[in-house]
């Protein structure tokens, strides 16, 4: 092959990766004259900004302002708008208050209702919520707004839900489903999310059946931009992360779709997460994922339980293709018969040579494993080189795109520079060991991991291949990148998938699919006259990307390091200390916990819970203050049927955010927080040694504690009491962090924290 039509057919096989991604986004561009009857990203946005000023968590002043703007603009509709208020504890022990708004839009027949829901609260401490999840509550609002001006009467009742305390643990979410009785009238929920502020929003779906009824009827609706697939679900059932739709389908065996986005997720759950950093055609993404589906779902029977499932993804043109799992083996049975005939063909025929087969297997395997360990290694050392980055808790750099960019570059030249030295074997011969390979990802997947099982129809491009390649000495540059096509569509956006909503710890992965992508570009490089070029052009440009991310590796204004400190009271021993979760202080931190900080000792067991079991990393020694501890009075402790019945009032004596109580290694058989029970499902998987419940404060409400345990047992329980108030509490003198820093996420960070130990 021609070095000119190399270089063309690289061009064009970087078309069609482009082309994977800018399929997935509609374009944005402000209007002004949006007509009333559609969905207007500019209209959205102005809710996103109007609800992110403030931090609006539960128990933050800004709360209830965000409420109340969203009961107006439902009002400004003509809706009659109603608010349902009480008290969960959900499925992980997180009491809270929780107000949702609800208001319902009466349809014309007597079937199950539609339900739109996103969540009104931000994250607990430093997020301004714009992308989570003030742009979900925008879509809807929007969404709403342009139904009703289209003048469309629909079959279904729509119900319109803005969920509260979604980060607490879904305890709004937990509050309808349990408590509401529209609840029961639900037939479909469809939920927006965040866990980034750019990218399209991933079609996630939740069901206890078979998804045939759900994506029949997503396909029906005809967005224009499905982004979806039956692994990212696989993935996202895999996680410990859920969502309010979790509710739905656990507690109320109600079906739904999640629609949430999850790139640039170093915003996620940050001070970042403002409305100036969504990106505006994700909004405008949200609104063509819930448009079509609202106008078919307002009209169609919303009977969705099925016992079938499909495999599912989205390619440029063809937009949502699907087909029963029942497909999954004949399928794959075909690519092997298929592939056995080939063999059979091309030995017989001498197109084949046995001992150039099997070292064809070599570079295969060499390339497989070169390119997953330098995802792997590299990953590790970027850590090393850059300790900084462990204090992204996300797991994602603010220069994450270049590190995938740059490593993905490194696996293709890996894969180039392998294949080089076994270019005299020959297109066909080097081909059978890739598609063996291929069909054994493809069994263990039908076998193992269902959702992925289309990753076979690919491979069909690849057996078609071998056959021009057997058949032709100098294929068609045209024809073996169009058996390409599949492949590239289908597998270059997971590339990029795993390491931005999984961290770059999965490098990796993305680095082992890039090598198995490359599989089927095979047949085409395997004719470029020199291929070593193009290796050696991967890993310049694996150089460039990492001279990128250097640049890009410092903090700034744009780019702030997270950062932490707290003050913690131990008020069993009349002592205190600065602490720190941060791996690196910076000079902010610094002046507190001193030069030399010592690592935290007792510090580090039964600390106040955080997401990603992070614990503090540096500790000093602080001043007393006069801060005080909460009262607890036991009100009873009666013996009943020989258990111990225990009755516990905790009083908070100052301003408080948070209360999260521990006990010792006790059988406690039933707990209540005032009145409400915490889930069977938590005290059965709890660490009797470990949390026993968080209690998120509004109004300095008291926590009145009812336990039972055996007679005769000594219940010791451990307080944690925080209040987020240590950079403006006037006992301290805390000076505003710098511009290039930002309070840390998932953690409790800027707060005072009491630690108080009862004996029972």
Same mark, same amino acid.
């Given at each position: ?48 900004? /109007? ?94 707004? &342009? ?39 639900? $037939? ?20 206890? $059946? ?49 629609? /949430? ?37 307002? *009209? ?10 499909? /495999?599912?993804?989205?390619? =440029? ?92 570059? *490194? &696996? ?10 076994? %270019?005299? *074997? ?25 959702? &992925? ?42 590339? %990029?998938?795993? =390491? ?28 470029? %006259? ?45 002592? /205190? ?153 006037? *006992? ?10 930002? =309070? ?10 009491? %630690? ?5």
């Amino acid at each position: 092959m021609k070095k000119s039509t190399s270089l063309l057919a690289v061009i064009l096989i970087g078309i069609l990766v482009f082309w994977s991604f800018s399929a997935l986004l509609p374009s944005y561009s402000p209007k002004t004259d949006t007509p009333e009857a559609e969905f207007s990203t500019d209209r959205a946005m102005a809710h996103v900004k /109007a609800m992110s000023t403030e931090l609006h968590g539960v128990g933050f002043p800004g709360h209830a302002p965000v409420r109340e703007y969203v009961v107006q603009q439902l009002e400004k509709m003509g809706l009659e708008v109603s608010l349902q208020e009480g008290y969960t504890s959900g499925d992980w022990a997180n009491y809270s208050k929780a107000i949702n708004v609800l208001a319902r839009i009466k349809g014309s027949g007597n079937g199950k209702a539609l339900l739109l829901m996103s969540h009104y609260d931000s994250g607990v401490h430093s997020s301004f919520g714009a992308s989570d999840a003030a742009s979900g509550v925008a879509t809807v609002l929007e969404g709403i707004r &342009a139904y009703l001006a289209s003048g469309e009467s629909p079959t279904n009742d729509i119900i319109l839900l803005l969920t509260d305390a979604e980060e607490l643990g879904l305890n709004g979410a937990d509050l309808f489903v349990n408590h509401h009785p529209w609840a029961k009238d639900v $037939g479909l929920a469809i939920n927006f999310e965040a866990r980034g502020s750019g990218g399209p929003g991933y079609m996630l779906i939740e069901t206890n $059946g078979g998804n045939s009824a759900l994506i029949d009827a997503y396909a029906k609706a005809d967005s224009d931009y499905p982004v979806a697939n039956s692994l990212a679900y696989s993935i996202y059932k895999m996680l410990p992360n859920d969502t309010d739709l979790t509710v739905f389908r656990e507690d109320g065996d109600i079906e739904g779709f999640n629609f /949430a986005f999850i790139d640039d997720h170093f915003d996620y759950h940050t001070a970042l997460d403002v409305a100036d950093r969504l990106d505006p055609e994700t909004l405008a993404h949200q609104g063509a994922n819930l448009m079509p589906l609202l106008h078919h779902s307002a *009209l169609a029977s919303l009977a969705l339980k099925s016992d079938t499932d499909q /495999a599912y993804f989205n390619v =440029p043109i063809f937009k949502l293709v699907s087909y029963p799992f029942s497909w999954i083996y004949p399928m794959l049975g075909l690519a092997v018969l298929l592939f056995v005939v080939l063999l059979i063909f091309g030995f017989q025929k001498n197109m084949l040579q046995a001992k150039a087969v099997f070292t064809g297997f070599l570079p295969a395997l060499i390339a497989i494993v070169l390119a997953t360990l330098a995802g792997f290694i590299g990953w590790k050392a970027l850590l090393w080189i850059y300790p900084d980055y462990n204090d992204m808790l996300h797991g994602f750099t603010y220069n994450g795109y270049s590190y995938i960019a740059a490593f993905v570059a *490194l &696996a293709l030249g890996i894969c180039l520079l392998t294949y080089k030295r076994f %270019k005299e *074997l020959g297109a066909a011969n080097l081909l059978v060991g890739p598609i063996f390979i291929w069909l054994l990802v493809c069994t263990a997947t039908a076998l193992y991991l269902k959702g &992925a099982a289309f990753f076979v129809i690919p491979v069909f491009g690849l057996l078609a291949a071998l056959w021009v390649s057997m058949n032709q000495k100098q294929p068609s540059m045209w024809l073996l990148v169009l058996l390409a096509v599949p492949a590239i569509w289908i597998f270059a956006p997971f590339i %990029k998938m795993f =390491p931005v909503g999984l961290g770059l710890k999965m490098l990796m992965a993305a680095t082992l699919f890039t090598a198995l992508t490359f599989f089927f570009v095979l047949p085409l490089t395997s004719n470029f %006259k020199n291929p070593g070029f193009w290796g050696r052009a991967g890993l310049l440009f694996f150089l460039g990307f990492m001279i990128k991310a250097h640049t890009n590796s410092g903090f700034a204004i744009d780019t702030p390091k997270p950062s932490s400190l707290l003050y913690v009271l131990d008020a069993d021993t009349n002592s /205190a200390q600065w602490a720190s979760y941060d791996h690196r202080l910076i000079d902010w931190n610094k002046q507190f916990l001193g030069q030399s900080p010592e690592p935290p000792t007792a510090l580090a067991d039964n600390t106040i819970s955080s997401k990603y079991s992070t614990g503090f990393n540096w500790v000093a020694q602080a001043p007393m203050k006069a801060i005080a501890s909460p009262d607890v009075r036991t009100v009873t402790d009666t013996l009943i049927g020989g258990k111990r019945h225990l009755e516990i009032c905790i009083t908070p004596q100052r301003d408080v955010n948070r209360l999260e109580v521990y006990s010792n290694a006790v059988a406690i058989e039933k707990a209540l927080i005032n009145e409400i029970p915490l889930s069977e499902e938590f005290m059965s998987r709890r660490n009797p040694a470990g949390k026993l419940l968080t209690h998120y404060i509004t109004d300095n409400e008291t926590s009145n504690l009812s336990l039972v345990v055996e007679a005769g047992e000594t219940l010791e329980l451990t307080l944690y009491e925080a209040s987020n108030d240590l950079l403006f509490n006037p *006992l301290f003198s805390i000076p505003p962090r710098p511009e290039t820093s930002i =309070p840390l996420p998932f953690v409790l960070n800027d707060a005072v924290l009491v %630690k108080k130990t009862v004996r029972l």
